[in-house]
């Protein structure tokens, strides 16, 4: 069955860096776009990161631009997210999810991991 499963996530230190991994099982992840989000505490999920299945475009959202890398490994069929000079503000839980289009299509994210939690706290 398609699957989607995040790791990575912990307790880090402000300053710190994490990477997080999104194996997909069940589909062939170089044929799907794939997208970060996360949502914190009492605040809505926001996209924080996508990468093309096409020419490998990335794109970031404001907040995290020149601190999270997104790349892709096809022959392990996962996405990684690097994020360095985490800050309090990053604390949430990062899910990834799948499009069988583009990125730009917001509404067609059609699986969905399970989720890690990030805490960044001192």
């Known amino acids: 069955q398609v699957q989607l499963v995040e790791s990575g996530g912990g307790l880090v230190q402000p300053g710190g860096s994490l990477r997080l991994s999104c194996a997909a099982s069940?589909?062939?992840?170089?044929?799907?776009?794939i997208g970060w989000f996360r949502q914190a505490p009492g605040k809505e999920r926001e996209g924080v990161s996508c990468?093309?299945?096409?020419?490998?475009?990335?794109n970031y959202a404001d907040s995290v631009k020149g601190q999270f890398t997104i790349s892709r490994d096809n022959a392990k069929n996962t996405v990684y997210l690097q994020m360095n000079s985490l800050k309090p503000e990053d604390t949430a839980v990062y899910c990834c999810a799948r499009n069988p289009r583009w990125c730009s299509d917001s509404g067609w994210f059609d699986y969905w991991g399970q989720g890690t939690k990030v805490t960044v706290s001192s």
């Open positions: 069940g589909f062939t992840l170089d044929n799907y776009a």
């Open positions: 990468i093309s299945s096409s020419d490998g475009s990335t």
